[in-house]
């Protein structure tokens, strides 16, 4: 072999090599920008060149408390360029979206100098330069936007709060005003976030207070067409003290919304296409409080939620409300706490938040995983994995199905039956039970011992504990 052909043989294979790294690194990876302050991420999006826009907060950079921070890296998570944005005040980016330009649409909030909070809204190139902004409010408490959603014909939906009432406006491709629109002018109200169903309807999510004055806040949910006129609303009174995160559109044009209530702990509420109510689940937390603050579905209709009650916590969860999965711990023996999470493909799934040190220097998190919330080379004794909680066998049933889970502890039951509307038409179990596997039958028959119709019911199991769990059950 000649030595040029050697040399060119050398050369293939360290390529060959790298690539095969370069690729198995980008499959999933862990990624951590420390600024040397204190650094937040809140909302992560993909880029049109398979990299990722990151938004959030800053002290380490600008000039002065906390800015904005957007960060844009490449498709393994490393950073492309980072700049801050804020006055002197307070600055914080809330939410981040790719624009057609192949810019950035960022959602934030800032200080009114001498005033609360405002909505900030700004456009950015390619580079992270801002091409317009536009603000609102500032001059009541609670002021400020929540999240931007591009609408698909250049414009932007823009949700928030001003003068404690739940606010979208919508703005053009130059960032004029097109419409805004308040809502529930009888009671306090915030939203936390908006999401398509379709081209003429948006769902928002938010908090709602009742009675109108010191009453308690409740998770609220209300459509708007897309001219922002209202359509329908719904309010949780069951929990007071709840607050919502987020909520995202589901395959069948239903939505998945995420927070936290029943007793602080992280819950979802599943609302299937035709608004009806489907489903709800809170994950059995007694160590601390926590919340949902994200989820994604895949094509198979199963989710992948993800929060801070844990140090990477993550759950898998059917369109049946029924828990798959759940995994946490640290990684790489950091503590790290999810704010957000978006489906790269069907496969693969990139979360943002925090990496939290010791007191109040944190770091912007960014971090791939499969859809199973696998990380290659992660993975390790530290972290935990559980399985289904209660299932119900056969589903759909004609005679009886029996309702099986586990007990981690011991503890009061209450198993019950309701039909669609919500209305509880039978008690299958309310009783003091041991650790370990239970099973119960249900025959199909109501409180009164007749026979209930054939159609779909809920069979929600609670604990003591404050665990909570609604599963889908077809009579034929």
Not at 282 to 298: D, I
Not at 317 to 340: A, C, H, M, P, V
Not at 347 to 353: L, M, Y
Request: proline share 3%; hydrophobic share 35%; glycine share 12%.
């Amino acid at each position: 072999m000649s030595k040029l052909n050697f040399i060119k043989t050398v050369v293939l294979f360290l390529f060959l090599a790298t690539g095969y790294e370069n690729l198995k690194a980008q499959d999933t990876f862990y990624q951590y920008f420390d600024g040397g302050a204190n650094d937040v991420g809140s909302y992560v999006s993909g880029t049109s060149d398979g990299g990722f826009i990151i938004t959030g907060k800053t002290t380490s950079f600008g000039n002065g408390d906390f800015d904005v921070w957007l960060i844009r890296t490449d498709a393994s998570g490393n950073a492309m360029w980072k700049k801050s944005y804020g006055g002197m005040a307070d600055d914080e980016g809330v939410c981040v979206q790719p624009a057609a330009d192949g810019g950035f649409i960022v959602a934030a909030n800032s200080v009114n100098p001498g005033h609360f909070n405002q909505g900030w809204i700004f456009k950015t190139n390619s580079e992270g330069n801002i091409d317009w902004e536009y603000k609102f409010g500032g001059n009541d408490p609670g002021d400020g936007a929540s999240f931007v959603l591009p609408d698909g014909d250049g414009n932007y939906l823009v949700s928030g709060t001003i003068g404690m009432r739940s606010l979208v406006l919508k703005l053009d491709e130059s960032g004029q005003l097109v419409w805004s629109q308040q809502y529930f002018s009888n009671n306090n109200s915030t939203t936390s976030s908006i999401c398509v169903i379709h081209d003429t309807l948006y769902a928002v999510s938010g908090d709602f207070e009742f009675p109108a004055v010191n009453g308690s806040w409740y998770p609220d949910l209300f459509w708007i067409q897309s001219n922002g006129e209202l359509v329908t609303q719904i309010t949780w009174t069951d929990y007071p003290g709840g607050k919502t995160s987020f909520v995202s559109s589901c395959n069948d044009g239903g939505v998945l919304m995420g927070g936290q209530w029943n007793d602080d702990k992280p819950s979802l509420i599943r609302i299937g296409g035709q608004n009806n109510y489907a489903w709800e689940y809170s994950f059995p937390l007694s160590e601390s409080e926590g919340a949902m603050m994200g989820s994604v579905q895949f094509d198979d209709n199963t989710f992948l939620t993800a929060g801070d009650w844990f140090s990477a916590a993550m759950i898998g969860i059917n369109d049946s409300g029924e828990q798959l999965w759940s995994k946490y711990g640290r990684l790489n023996n950091d503590y790290i706490y999810f704010t957000g999470v978006q489906k790269i493909d069907d496969n693969h799934v990139i979360f943002t938040g925090y990496r939290n040190e010791e007191g109040y220097d944190h770091d912007v998190i960014l971090v791939k995983a499969t859809r199973d919330g696998s990380l290659t080379g992660f993975d390790n004794s530290q972290r935990k994995k559980s399985g289904t909680f209660m299932k119900s066998a056969p589903n759909p049933f004609s005679e009886q199905t029996t309702f099986t889970f586990t007990l981690p502890e011991a503890g009061i039951v209450n198993l019950t039956i309701t039909d669609i509307s919500g209305r509880e038409i039978k008690t299958i179990a309310s009783q003091n039970l041991p650790q370990g596997e239970h099973q119960f039958i249900w025959n199909g028959l109501n409180d009164n011992g007749e026979p209930c119709a054939a159609g779909t019911y809920f069979a929600t199991l609670k604990l003591d504990s404050g665990f909570m769990q609604s599963v889908k059950v077809v009579k034929r």
